[in-house]
């Protein structure tokens, strides 16, 4: 677990701390309100819900760099968001608009934001970890100090491809963060159904790898754990395995009648709310008046009215674009994969210039 | 200059050239280093170019087709060698789920500049998980293109000419080819991609093939010559997109077609071959579209029982001759 003294609220400044607070409860309210919108049919398809797991995201993401490459799951608004993407281009993209970060291709399992060096929320349980894998081997052949953080679930660890992914990774010593966002559900299959071993991070004993669990309802204890991975792997040690421990409060997509798990269970989960629990410990540190909250909250809530506006507003992609980018027009030099390529410039994933702190 | 040299070495040339003229090219896959390939196509290749850009890979083909996938976003040029068509399925989902699909599936923002080699095909008795053609069902992706170079030169330069493509490409080598001896000019301009090519030409019979079967169809072009029947034979050499002009130009030219197609029959090439001359050029034909393709068995062992398997010279010569005696 993360060591506590690094997650303590000593070191932060109220700024920090009402922007972590901030994103996260826009990640949630985002949420909330895409379910609501799936519920009007204004989003169709799977809407999977990160509700519950807002600090992994939030607090992964303060570790790393703009210059640091991502790899997500088809749970992904959280990790898009939290990385800097618009939650309008978010909010788009699952309306299926052309303003949306996918131009309306992917929906809400495949936002793309290369620009971001976000690659993608990929829909093939553990189909992301091989690419993450590569984007790394990538970045040591080239002599590039980037970090691919590759997220992915408990479910993911069933698969071939973790271990495969791990072990070529380990063997080649590639800058990969492994972070897996337990959630103890692989869709209905609890944990201990589908894993003969549930300690996940010990697995990465397997690979000669550095492997850690933190609890991924405390987003400081995330950060920290984040941060201490990073350095590990720039020093040069290889991937890292981090099991972020986390609880999905909703179904597995928008509706399941949750058959697999006790109300109860649920309910005691709740009690560790990664919002409310921050937000408590802020108050209780004299970093969150209620002020301060209040102002959050209308924040937030002219974000998403925004999102909407612009989803609602936005374009649907013409029909005859249908073939277009099959395959990579002929002009296109094949040399591009532009944001591979392009000089780092700052993105917005970092905390301390949030649109939410005025102070 | 022109140079005697066997599919294999063509192969390896062209490997050579890659690596030599782009320093983002690597070669990844099983025993491509030390091992020289299990088909020794980069025998010598490690000495040359050093194990970061010739990488023997762990036994994992999902994740080293994935690796590449992810190194092509991250701005190299790999070639992956998978060593069989049959392993080939072992990243199948790699290919498919990501390669083919994350350029539509982003709104356009990735390319994958990815080339994938892999051999396929029988005739070595190496039985039913070592010696299929599944060519067709990359064939069907879209997002892929499917390459199956039949002569040496093509060997070479299909490879290069894959690797000034921004999207991934898939190319089959097949296995009774690598010691095909052949002249190859080195200094060539890469191969065409999108042109399949006209092998033989004939006014009677219209024979459509590709990869091993080239050279089957042509020695049973040569008989068919002896019974007085000419036959045009066209080697496909991209099966994805299949130039549908440079056969129907034939069919339209002989009025009889038969499809010579390692593939097992249902859902084959040949199947969708057939359905483009019917479509584009039903009133051309003196004759039904034929069909050589393989028996509908997993390829047995035995030499005589694989051989029964497989398109044979004596039955494209007694098809054609079928073929043509019909509303004569």
């Known amino acids: 677990m993360a060591d506590e003294k690094k997650s303590d609220l000593s070191a932060?400044?109220?700024?920090?701390?009402?922007?972590?607070?901030?994103?996260?409860?826009?990640?949630?309210?985002?949420?909330?309100?895409?379910?609501?919108?799936?519920?009007?049919?204004?989003?169709?398809?799977?809407?999977?819900?990160?509700?519950?797991?807002?600090?992994?995201?939030?607090?992964?993401?303060?570790?790393?760099?703009?210059?640091?490459?991502?790899?997500?799951?088809?749970?992904?608004?959280g990790h898009a968001i939290a990385r800097g993407s618009t939650p309008a281009s978010v909010m788009a993209e699952m309306y299926g608009k052309a303003n949306g970060l996918s131009r309306g291709r992917g929906g809400s399992m495949h936002l793309f934001d290369?620009?971001?060096?976000?690659?993608?929320?990929?829909?093939?349980?553990?189909?992301?970890?091989?690419?993450?894998?590569?984007?790394?081997?990538?970045?040591?052949?080239?002599?590039?100090?980037?970090?691919?953080?590759?997220?992915f679930g408990d479910g993911a660890v069933d698969e071939g491809e973790f271990h495969e992914s791990l072990n070529m990774a380990a063997l080649w010593k590639l800058?990969?963060?492994?972070?897996?966002?337990?959630?103890?559900?692989?869709?209905?299959?609890?944990?201990?159904?589908?894993?003969?071993?549930?300690?996940?991070?010990?697995?990465?004993?397997?690979?000669?790898?550095?492997?850690e669990a933190v609890d991924g309802m405390d987003v400081l204890a995330v950060e920290a754990a984040v941060t201490r991975a990073i350095e590990t792997i720039r020093g040069g040690a290889g991937p890292f395995l981090l099991e972020a421990r986390t609880y999905r409060y909703r179904a597995h997509s928008m509706y399941d009648p949750e058959l697999y798990r006790d109300k109860s269970e649920v309910e005691q989960w709740k009690k560790r709310c990664p919002i409310e629990t921050f937000a408590a410990k802020l108050r209780k540190a004299g970093l969150l008046a209620d002020d301060d909250w209040k102002e959050l909250q209308s924040s937030v809530a002219a974000q998403i009215a925004q999102a909407i506006a612009a989803a609602e507003a936005g374009p649907w992609e013409p029909v005859e674009d249908l073939l277009k980018d099959v395959h990579t027009p002929a002009t296109k030099s094949a040399q591009s994969n532009s944001a591979a390529d392009a000089p780092d410039e700052p993105i917005a994933n970092q905390a301390q210039p949030s649109p939410l702190v005025k102070r | 200059m022109t140079a005697s040299m066997t599919y294999r070495e063509a192969v390896r040339s062209g490997l050579r050239e890659a690596l030599r003229k782009d320093e983002r090219v690597f070669l990844m896959g099983e025993d491509v280093g030390r091992y020289g390939g299990a088909f020794a196509c980069s025998h010598g290749l490690l000495k040359e170019f050093g194990p970061e850009r010739i990488r023997d890979t762990p036994l994992s083909e999902s994740t080293?087709?994935?690796?590449?996938?992810?190194?092509?976003?991250?701005?190299?040029?790999?070639?992956?060698?998978?060593?069989?068509?049959?392993?080939?399925?072992?990243?199948?989902?790699?290919?498919?789920?990501?390669?083919?699909?994350?350029?539509?599936?982003?709104?356009?923002?990735?390319?994958?500049?990815?080339?994938?080699?892999?051999?396929?095909?029988?005739?070595?008795?190496?039985?039913?998980?070592?010696?299929?053609?599944?060519?067709?069902?990359?064939?069907?992706?879209?997002?892929?293109?499917?390459?199956?170079?039949?002569?040496?030169?093509?060997?070479?330069?299909?490879?290069?000419?894959?690797?000034?493509?921004?999207?991934?490409?898939?190319?089959f080598e097949h296995t009774m080819l690598y010691p095909q001896p052949g002249e190859v000019d080195q200094e060539a301009p890469t191969a065409d991609i999108r042109r399949?090519?006209?092998?033989?030409?004939?006014?009677?019979?219209?024979?459509?093939?590709?990869?091993?079967?080239?050279?089957?169809?042509?020695?049973?072009?040569?008989?068919?010559?002896?019974?007085?029947?000419?036959?045009?034979?066209?080697?496909?050499?991209?099966?994805?997109?299949?130039?549908?002009?440079?056969?129907?130009?034939?069919?339209?030219?002989?009025?009889?077609?038969?499809?010579?197609?390692e593939g097992w029959r249902s859902g084959s090439l040949a199947a969708e071959l057939s359905a483009r001359i019917m479509e584009q050029a039903f009133y051309e034909l003196d004759a039904p579209v034929a069909r050589v393709c393989s028996a509908e068995v997993p390829i047995p062992?035995?030499?005589?029982?694989?051989?029964?398997?497989?398109?044979?010279?004596?039955?494209?010569?007694?098809?054609?001759?079928?073929?043509?005696a019909k509303n004569e």
């Open chain 1, 12 to 77: 932060l400044s109220q700024q920090r701390a009402l922007a972590l607070l901030g994103q996260m409860l826009l990640i949630r309210r985002f949420e909330e309100k895409a379910a609501e919108l799936y519920s009007l049919g204004k989003i169709h398809g799977f809407l999977h819900l990160y509700i519950g797991e807002e600090a992994v995201a939030v607090g992964a993401m303060q570790a790393l760099s703009s210059d640091d490459e991502i790899v997500s799951t088809y749970r992904e608004h």
């Open chain 1, 114 to 151: 290369v620009g971001r060096r976000f690659y993608g929320g990929n829909a093939i349980v553990a189909g992301g970890l091989p690419v993450a894998v590569g984007l790394a081997l990538a970045n040591k052949l080239q002599g590039r100090k980037r970090v691919t953080a590759c997220f």
């Open chain 2, 301 to 324: 062992y035995s030499k005589h029982m694989e051989d029964a398997a497989l398109p044979q010279v004596s039955t494209i010569v007694q098809v054609g001759r079928e073929l043509c």
């Open chain 2, 64 to 171: 080293f087709v994935g690796a590449g996938i992810g190194a092509a976003l991250g701005g190299m040029r790999p070639i992956v060698e998978v060593m069989t068509i049959n392993f080939s399925l072992l990243a199948l989902d790699q290919i498919v789920n990501n390669a083919a699909t994350l350029r539509h599936m982003s709104g356009g923002q990735v390319s994958v500049p990815l080339v994938v080699r892999m051999a396929t095909g029988a005739g070595r008795q190496l039985a039913a998980q070592h010696s299929h053609s599944f060519e067709a069902w990359y064939a069907h992706i879209p997002g892929l293109t499917v390459l199956a170079p039949a002569t040496n030169q093509d060997a070479r330069g299909m490879l290069l000419a894959a690797l000034d493509e921004p999207d991934p490409v898939i190319i």
């Open chain 2, 196 to 261: 399949a090519a006209v092998r033989r030409e004939g006014t009677d019979l219209t024979l459509i093939t590709y990869s091993g079967s080239l050279v089957k169809a042509l020695a049973a072009a040569e008989e068919l010559a002896r019974l007085g029947i000419e036959s045009e034979v066209i080697d496909l050499r991209v099966l994805r997109p299949l130039d549908t002009e440079t056969v129907l130009a034939s069919v339209s030219k002989t009025h009889r077609a038969v499809i010579v197609d």
């Open chain 1, 175 to 211: 800058p990969v963060l492994f972070l897996c966002e337990n959630n103890l559900y692989a869709m209905g299959t609890g944990l201990e159904r589908h894993q003969s071993q549930t300690d996940i991070q010990a697995k990465s004993r397997a690979y000669s790898m550095n492997g």
